[in-house]
Structures are given as C-alpha cells and as structure tokens.
C-alpha cells in the first residue's frame, strides 16, 4: 500500500496567488515526521518545511506553511503569494522513527507546480 | 562548496559496464543514503548506512552495491549497468539521534544514462 500519495500530478497557479499541494499518507507509527521538498529542473532537492506528529501546531517557514490535519492523515504544502521561482515539482515524505531508527524517507510520486505570470 | 558532494554529475555509459558513483559529505554526519528517481517518480531508496559497519539494502537494492569507505565517503556500484538503470541518482545524509526534525541533506544528483 502507498504510504506516501500525492494526487495532483500537475497544477496550474497564477504568479502572487496561493496555491496548496496536496499529501496524504499512512502509518500505524505514532511518532513520524513529514518533509516537503522542492525539485526544480535543474534536480537538485531542497528540503522547505518540517512538520512533526506531536506538533500541535502547523508548520510555518517563510511564504511556506503546511495544513497538518493528523486525524485526517493529510500534510498539505501551502505556497502563499506564488513566484515565477515556485515552478518545480513538490515532493512530499515521511520519516517513521520505528523500531530500527533507520530514519529512512519515505516519498511520494511528486506534484509539478507551474506558476503563470 | 557544498555539504554533499556527488561525482560525476552526467555519465552516459553502455550496457555492460561498471559504473561507480561517489558521494562525499562535509556535514559530519553518521547516516548516508542513495536514492534513485526515475523520470517524473519520487525518490527510491537503494542503500543506506547508518557507520561505516553498517550497511543496509533500501527498496531496490538488487543491481547494485555499496561501499562506505569512511564516515565521509559512500559510493554506489552499478557492476553491470543495463539500460533501466538509466535514472536520476541522489546521495543524502542525516544526523543521527532520536525524534529529530533534521532533514536529509541531499547532493546535486548525478545523470546517469546506460545504452
């Protein structure tokens, strides 16, 4: 089963519009963690937020903000004021801190985000 | 210069041959990982280590081999590289400890193309 899903393949946002990305995922793991990340074409991954299961608050980190619902199991990326910059593809992950603290990522298939001037 | 460095950046190669792909981390990190990403995929995981005794498969671990020469250093062997291996490569490192919200650090990737 998909631990990591990612429905939106693909989206469309008009420059200095906010635009949320959608992740939703699935563990039995009561202590796990949620990482967005930021691929632009030239591939490098650049990690954007971080959001923990005993957070009771949402992440926030600059125009980045994630819509942490655990009950709903859904860590949704919301991008305020969209950049021309912003275009790239959106990955979301999660590390489970189980038995064998491998810390491995967990990824999902990814959602390219264009922005419109 | 960045914190994790990986070499070379492009290989085109052919079917057939070994190919080896070197990571090297300035972070002082315990834990490394390489990932595979195949064109418009996330990111799979082929190997981590955790010190340089402890080496261990990822999801698709099968077609390859690793070697983690010191806490620094983790490269990835492809012995007989065929034409599905062509993919996107990532080495990343993590600090270790417990519940932590330190992400992976990941290098610029390496391109690798097989014919």
């Known amino acids: 089963a998909q631990k990591i899903t990612q429905t939106q393949p693909g989206m469309f946002v008009q420059e200095k519009e906010a635009v949320t990305l959608d992740c939703t995922y699935d563990t039995s793991d009561p202590s796990y963690g949620l990482f967005w990340y930021k691929q632009p074409s030239s591939g490098e991954m650049i990690f954007l937020i971080y959001?923990?299961?005993?957070?009771?608050q949402n992440a926030t980190e600059g125009r980045y903000s994630l819509n942490f619902q655990k009950a709903r199991k859904s860590a949704n990326l919301v991008i305020s004021a969209s950049q021309l910059g912003d275009s790239a593809m959106y990955f979301c992950a999660m590390r489970e801190f189980g038995m064998d603290s491998s810390y491995k990522l967990i990824f999902g298939s990814g959602t390219r985000l264009l922005v419109r001037p | 210069d960045a914190d994790v460095t990986q070499t070379p950046r492009n290989r085109i190669t052919k079917t057939g041959k070994r190919i080896m792909l070197e990571c090297s981390q300035t972070?002082?990190?315990?834990?490394m990982y390489w990932y595979r990403q195949d064109p418009g995929l996330g990111l799979q995981l082929i190997y981590y280590s955790f010190d340089v005794k402890d080496i261990n498969k990822g999801e698709i671990s099968d077609g390859y081999s690793v070697s983690r020469q010191a806490q620094a250093k983790f490269s990835l062997s492809l012995e007989s590289a065929i034409p599905n291996q062509t993919a996107l490569y990532f080495c990343a490192t993590s600090d270790i400890g417990g519940y932590s919200n330190q992400p992976q650090h990941f290098g610029d990737g390496t391109r690798l193309s097989i014919l």
């Open positions: 972070k002082g990190h315990d834990r």
């Open positions: 959001q923990g299961s005993y957070d009771q």
